[in-house]
């Protein structure tokens, strides 16, 4: 249906999350006839990105500088360490705009399913962190699934003699949720975690 290269493109673009092989198409097709204004911006981006950006050495964040702008900012908080699985849950948590401390990457969740174990993720340089006598406090931003919670109570444990206060992200019924569409874990996390008003 089309030549090697767009084959190969349309390959490419089908990895990326949530483009699947018809959106991948869709997205080639339209990459191809705005060749000028999106094709070849894309493809230097891609080329600059792929030669500039590295990962931080403090916090695992990408960014083109090391430490990463998060990290050499003087005005952020540095005695809280706000831990976080991946990088898009370091850019959630910037795009809220609500955390002014630091990150720390963990690199996934702890997984038996998968073989993620321990060792596979950034832990050891987190304790190594948190031993810092100007950290007073880590907060275990994990996901609320299984593994995520496995996670966070491997991680309280490994940080349990580093003198810092651990605390996690609240969970329960989100701005906006109507409790009849909520599910049973939900609604339960809402009620143990809730405050005065």
Not at 98 to 113: I, N
């Amino acid at each position: 249906m089309a030549g090697p290269e767009i084959e190969r493109l349309i390959q490419l673009l089908s990895r990326l999350p949530g483009l699947g092989p018809r959106s991948a198409r869709r997205a080639a097709l339209h990459l191809l006839k705005r060749r000028e204004q999106m094709l070849e911006p894309l493809a230097e981006a891609l080329v600059e990105a792929a030669g500039t950006v590295r990962i931080c050495s403090v916090c695992g964040n990408y960014d083109s500088i090391d430490p990463c702008a998060i990290c050499a900012d003087q005005r952020r908080d540095a005695s809280v360490i706000c831990v976080v699985e991946d990088v898009s849950g370091l850019w959630a948590m910037e795009r809220a705009g609500v955390f002014r401390g630091r990150y720390h990457v963990l690199g996934g969740v702890l997984s038996a399913l998968d073989g993620v174990g321990p060792d596979d993720l950034n832990v050891d340089r987190l304790v190594a962190r948190a031993r810092d006598a100007q950290i007073v406090e880590v907060i275990l931003a994990t996901g609320a699934t299984v593994d995520g919670q496995t996670t966070a109570h491997y991680l309280a444990d490994r940080l349990a003699g580093c003198g810092v206060a651990v605390s996690g992200l609240a969970h329960g019924v989100p701005m906006g949720g109507e409790l009849d569409y909520l599910d049973d874990g939900t609604i339960g996390a809402a009620l143990r975690a809730r405050r005065p008003v």
